[in-house]
Nanobody, 128 residues
Framework: QVQLVESGGGSVQAGDSLRLSCAAS????????MAWFRQAPGKEREFVAG????????YYADSVLGRFTISRDNAKNTAYLQMNSLKSEDTAVYYC?????????????????????WGQGAQVTVSS
């Protein structure tokens, strides 16, 4: 059973940067994809970014492409989301998710159904 612990959320001004971290335990981290989703008040949870098991393939939502970068350090069992040029519309609770299909590296990484374990969520608030 995998467990995910997120950190790094906070309140910033538009244009600032933040980095979220997701520490995983309890499973062979390096075999599974990881992703970040977010949920704003009154909206459904949406895909933000996903990364395959090796870290070589990343996928992004159009709304964050070019501003956010997902990465992972398999030696530390940790995934990251670097968020630059933040906008007020990025305000949401951000959730780290662990995939259920080992070695998945395709665009299916964007599919919420590919993730079975979720972190507790990290609030990101961007003021304009």
């Amino acid at each position: 059973q995998v467990q995910l612990v997120e950190s790094g959320g906070g309140s910033v001004q538009a244009g600032d940067s933040l980095r979220l971290s997701c520490a995983a335990s309890g499973r062979n981290f390096s075999r599974f994809p990881m992703a970040w989703f977010r949920q704003a008040p009154g909206k459904e949870r949406e895909f933000v970014a996903g990364i395959n098991y090796s870290g070589r393939n990343g996928y992004y939502a159009d709304s964050v492409l070019g501003r956010f970068t997902i990465s992972r350090d398999n030696a530390k069992n940790t995934a990251y989301l670097q968020m630059n040029s933040l906008k007020s519309e990025d305000t949401a609770v951000y959730y780290c998710a662990a995939g259920k299909t080992p070695f998945l590296s395709t665009i299916l990484l964007r599919n919420r159904n590919e993730y079975e374990t979720w972190g507790q969520g990290a609030q990101v608030t961007v003021s304009s």
